[in-house]
């Protein structure tokens, strides 16, 4: 059989060695004032290197960095600077352009080695996304006049928050092939963490024998993510490092067995990956190869054929898959339990039913029917004989799993999970999620000029309208506690623990206790509606995207990307209030509780480009099926309030996107919304600040009855669709 082997190469490799001790070191460290009001002169010492601070990872630690600040505006010009080694050799560097300098993030800075040379160098950094539409600019630079034969790089990188969006990013090095990674997550703690692949989250790369006394380079984020370098360093070497190179492939047609060789560096991983078409490369033969630590050659071989009988296969050698597989979530409605891995499952062996078992009662097993891969390839569905119950507890346990390479699932193989309630008669839940403006900033006491009671407040509306908003206050002024309405929201990000507000329906359960949101207006609506008791779940965190952060399965499995932590994050959300009711609510033991419906109002971050604008629409659908998938309702009630920001001057993407919401609930374009989808135009809420507590156009001006009257549009919404 003829076969035609055609070796991808992945450019240059990244060392996974401990690196010869510098002879001579060029340092340069980035940095660019803060806002949150300090100033440059706050910020200035936080993330500059004076000439006698010490910084960087091991053996390259030194002093003598030269700081370089960061244009705010990206196409800016600026001239080549001269950088300085600690030995007094001189290099030419040129920042051709990037988005912007920044602090790692806002006042105050987010490492916990504030004073250290270590702790500046990592809380600075270029923002640097290449998010298509966004307007947005990678950091690319070019450095010349390097007086050494042969050099080391090392690039520390950071990010905007911790991390913004998912922490990943791409690298490119003098034109090679671009190179993916993965930030550590959180604020730099004194480790530095060597990234030697996409999936080795740390916080520098090196890149090594680099030659020729200059080199390129453009790094940016993924989608959002804004990273960039912190610093780099040029470090002499006498260690040539020699390209990766295919050097050999053998066929035996009698066995069908396959052996490459290819030029190689001691010390150094590779992987080995096969194709049939030229876009998707499984890592099925080898998925981390040393490489031969007494020549230049490296074999691996001989090998059985990945793919028998294929007229054409392609094999690429690059940087190597060294994360084994993990199972990271289970979760299951009606007669399906999904299963979701790290990476992609060997298809032959996960939908074998026979590798599952599924648990209930300690002991019970249930029969599985059928297993199959689902929308991509790191998921499993399984199909189960008979309904799994209401309000019960699971157990999955899988058996002989492994990943496209063979290695078998590390850390736990089973886990636990909890079916949601539909109890007619119990608790009447809604989800309301979203960003910033779901969380509420609108102000119920301070109104415009800091003045109590003013316009622009909650407070000033009872009084000028009493007979739209009276019955929010008693015969004292005082404000209404809805006993029948309970509220429980979670104010802390994800990874900051609990910070939890809880309790009767109250004009204080914004972003802090002097704020709203739009579960006031929506309570208040909604309430009066129900004899059983309703409880508002409150999901949203500030500055977050559909596009990214709350991401769903469907528009992975439809337009790539990653499921959004924040997607994930509001599903544990709910589980952890509705799995423990009864201790988080006392007053609703043992009444069972059933999910009514869902509020969104979300979209700001997604309006600032066209790619996320356009797009937004498409996300939002398939937002709703994950959701209602993942509660297990297909026809749950989606009640939509749209980011009607600035009102009816509303233009450009903002517009695109706000029109993009409204779309949804458009019976011609989605008929399997029809009946169930509602959403509501925001824009005549709009308040200008004049008559407003702040000028925070992005946050409605932090208008009281702005707020109100969004939460008040969700509820009617959802209403109509319950048909109250």
């Not at 009698?254 to 078409?277: A, H, M, Q, R, V």
């Not at 074999?299 to 060294?322: C, I, K, M, Q």
Request: proline share 6%; charged share 15%; net charge negative.
């Amino acid at each position: 059989m003829n076969r035609s082997h055609t070796f991808l190469l992945a450019g240059i490799s990244l060392a996974t060695t401990t690196f010869l001790p510098a002879v001579e070191i060029i340092s340069v460290n980035f940095w660019r004032e803060g806002g949150g009001g300090l100033g440059k002169a706050g910020w200035e010492p936080l993330m500059t290197l004076s000439p006698t601070d010490s910084a960087g990872f091991g053996d390259w630690q030194t002093s003598g960095w030269q700081n370089y600040e960061l244009p705010w505006a990206p196409n800016s010009p600026r001239p080549a600077v001269t950088l300085t080694g600690t030995e007094g050799s001189t290099a030419t560097f040129t920042l051709n352009d990037c988005r912007n300098g920044g602090p790692y993030i806002w006042n105050p800075p987010r490492t916990t080695l504030l004073g250290n040379g270590n702790a500046n160098l990592m809380d600075g950094h270029a923002n640097s996304t290449n998010d298509p539409g966004d307007g947005s600019n990678i950091f690319d630079i070019i450095v010349t006049d390097i007086p050494f034969d042969t050099f080391d790089v090392v690039f520390y990188l950071g990010a905007n928050r911790d991390q913004f969006g998912d922490g990943t990013g791409k690298i490119v090095v003098n034109g090679a092939p671009e190179a993916d990674f993965t930030l550590l997550s959180g604020a730099f703690n004194g480790t530095f963490t060597e990234i030697t692949g996409a999936e080795t989250p740390g916080n520098y790369m090196v890149y090594k024998g680099l030659g020729g006394g200059s080199f390129t380079a453009q790094v940016w984020g993924n989608g959002f993510n804004h990273i960039g370098p912190t610093g780099i360093q040029i470090v002499e070497s006498d260690a040539v490092r020699q390209p990766l190179e295919v050097a050999d492939v053998s066929y035996d047609d009698t066995t069908d067995e396959i052996t490459l060789t290819w030029k190689s560096n001691p010390g150094e991983f590779y992987g080995l990956y096969w194709s049939e078409d030229l876009v998707t490369f499984q890592p099925g033969i080898a998925p981390a190869v040393e490489a031969n630590p007494d020549g230049a050659l490296t074999s691996f071989g001989p090998f059985d054929n990945p793919n028998p009988g294929a007229e054409t296969l392609y094999f690429r050698v690059g940087e190597p898959d060294l994360r084994d597989p993990t199972l990271d979530r289970v979760w299951g409605n009606g007669t399906t339990v999904n299963l979701t891995f790290s990476e992609a499952m060997d298809p032959d062996l996960a939908t074998r039913p026979f590798n599952y078992s599924l648990i209930v009662g300690g002991d019970a097993l249930l029969p599985i029917s059928s297993a199959v891969i689902g929308d991509t390839p790191n998921t499993v569905i399984l199909t189960i004989a008979f309904p799994l119950s209401l309000n019960s507890e699971y157990t999955l346990e899988t058996n002989g799993l492994t990943d496209l390479a063979g290695r078998p699932l590390t850390g736990a193989t089973s886990s636990v999970f909890r079916t949601w309630d539909n109890n007619p008669n119990g608790v009447k839940v809604f989800i309301l999620a979203g960003q910033s403006n779901m969380q509420g900033h609108g102000r119920s006491e301070t109104g415009n000029g800091g003045v109590n009671g003013a316009i622009g407040s909650l407070r000033y509306e009872t009084t000028d309208d009493p007979a739209n908003y009276g019955m929010l206050v008693d015969g004292a002024n005082n404000w209404i506690a809805r006993d029948d309405v309970q509220v429980y929201y979670n104010r802390n990000d994800l990874t900051q623990g609990a910070n939890i507000k809880k309790g009767p329906l109250l004009p204080e359960f914004g972003v802090d206790d002097a704020r709203i949101g739009p579960e006031m207006g929506f309570g208040w609506t909604i309430g009066d509606s129900y004899d059983e008791p309703v409880l508002i779940i409150k999901t949203c965190w500030g500055g977050k995207s559909l596009y990214a952060d709350f991401r769903s399965p469907g528009a992975v499995a439809k337009r790539g990307g990653e499921v959004g932590n924040y997607y994930l994050g509001l599903i544990d959300y709910v589980h952890a209030v509705l799995d423990n009711l009864s201790t988080e609510f006392p007053q609703f033991a043992g009444q069972g509780y059933q999910i009514a419906g869902f509020a969104w109002h979300q979209g700001w971050n997604d309006g600032g480009n066209e790619f996320t604008a356009s797009s937004y629409q498409e996300n939002l659908a398939d937002f709703i099926r994950d959701i209602r998938a993942e509660l297990g309702n297909p026809t749950l009630p989606f009640a939509v309030a749209n980011t009607g920001i600035s009102g009816a001057s509303a233009s450009g993407n903002r517009l695109i996107m706000l029109e993009g919401q409204l779309a949804v609930a458009n019976p011609v374009l989605y008929p399997e919304f029809n009946g169930n989808v509602s959403a509501a135009d925001t824009r005549p809420f709009w308040r200008e600040a004049n008559v407003s507590p702040q000028n925070q156009g992005f946050h409605w001006n932090q208008n009281g009855e702005t707020q109100y009257l969004i939460g008040k549009s969700l509820g009617e919404g959802m209403k109509t669709l319950l048909g109250k």
